[in-house]
């Protein structure tokens, strides 16, 4: 009886017992900043110190988190894959600007040269053998990251370590601590 009341009841009754509050817009949506839509002219100035930053981190959290969420080896290849992603966009803005870098210096070394001036040109070319090292250093990370060795696997091994934590953990808490007798 009291559900077909409310069904078909008095459309009054039903107004009074439906009072929702009202909830602030703030919880479902997030006013995006108008900064963060810009797309900046500036072109991004990635080092190969930033590189190996990203290298050095520990992606063991991340990976942690990430079974949590989806304990499916498929999800784990594809964390890895976004991993050597995100270091290849690091890698090519590192080489983009060097390669900038050395386009001023052919120019400054060219300009310099014809003025005759010795040892400017001398310092000139120290700088530019020095970007050229690191210019070297970055190759090597893209082909070992390519052929899946050296520096880049660090961050593989430590999400890996990660995930399989992560799994651990599930494991432990449904599997392990459950009571049997």
Do not use: C, W
């Amino acid at each position: 009886m009291g559900f077909l009341n409310k069904l078909f009841g008095k459309k009054e009754d039903a107004q009074n017992n439906q009072q929702t509050p009202e909830i602030p817009k703030e919880i479902f949506v997030k006013d995006e900043d108008e900064s963060m839509l810009k797309i900046s002219n500036e072109p991004t100035v990635v080092t190969i110190n930033e590189v190996y930053q990203f290298i050095r981190q520990d992606f063991e959290t991340r990976g942690y988190q990430d079974a949590l969420v989806n304990e499916d080896e498929k999800f784990k290849n594809e964390g890895i894959e976004m991993l050597k992603s995100e270091l290849k966009i690091l890698l090519t803005q590192a080489a983009n600007y060097y390669n900038l870098e050395l386009n001023n210096l052919s120019y400054h070394i060219e300009s310099r040269s014809r003025a005759g001036l010795i040892d400017m040109v001398e310092q000139l070319n120290t700088r530019k053998q020095f970007i050229e090292g690191l210019q070297a250093q970055i190759h090597q990370l893209n082909k070992d990251l390519d052929n899946n060795e050296g520096m880049p696997m660090r961050m593989i091994y430590s999400y890996t370590r990660g995930f399989l934590k992560g799994l651990t953990a599930i494991s432990d808490s449904e599997i392990l601590n459950k009571k049997i007798l």
